[in-house]
């Protein structure tokens, strides 16, 4: 890690605190999901019990947050070490991803968690 500044060791220490953070949250979601599946619920089912729940919106909200830091984060590295990209510019790069998934990311939390069915 040759040159790496304060502000990149913090990059580097997110990406790996969002990494295990987001097993866990994987780690729930897959079980739940699996419970889900085995015990015979349609996802018409599933939808069902997620409506109004905010205790699964909150699960949620926190895992799409912590996707959209660590994936912003790796992509900033992907375009400034192997694609070449100033660090300037893949910072751009990595917000615009960063928001892009949290609006994607909050918008199905939404719509799993309190939007209507239309």
């Given at each position: 890690?040759?040159?790496?500044?304060?502000?990149?060791?913090?990059r580097w220490y997110w990406q790996r605190i969002t990494a295990m953070a987001m097993a866990l949250f994987v780690t729930i979601h897959?079980?739940?999901?699996?419970?889900?599946?085995?015990?015979?619920?349609?996802?018409?089912?599933?939808?069902?019990?997620?409506?109004?729940?905010?205790?699964?919106?909150?699960?949620?909200?926190?895992?799409?947050?912590?996707?959209?830091?660590?994936?912003?984060?790796?992509?900033?590295?992907?375009?400034?070490?192997?694609?070449?990209?100033?660090?300037?510019?893949?910072?751009?790069?990595?917000?615009?991803?960063?928001?892009?998934?949290?609006?994607?990311?909050?918008?199905?939390?939404?719509?799993?968690?309190?939007?209507?069915?239309?």
């Amino acid at each position: 890690m040759a040159g790496i500044n304060a502000q990149g060791a913090r990059r580097w220490y997110w990406q790996r605190i969002t990494a295990m953070a987001m097993a866990l949250f994987v780690t729930i979601h897959l079980v739940v999901m699996i419970y889900a599946i085995n015990g015979g619920l349609s996802a018409a089912e599933v939808l069902a019990r997620t409506r109004g729940n905010m205790l699964w919106g909150l699960f949620y909200t926190a895992f799409v947050g912590l996707v959209a830091v660590h994936a912003s984060i790796g992509i900033r590295n992907v375009l400034v070490e192997w694609a070449g990209l100033r660090d300037a510019a893949a910072a751009w790069v990595s917000r615009l991803l960063a928001l892009i998934l949290l609006v994607m990311g909050l918008r199905a939390v939404w719509a799993v968690t309190i939007g209507g069915g239309a």
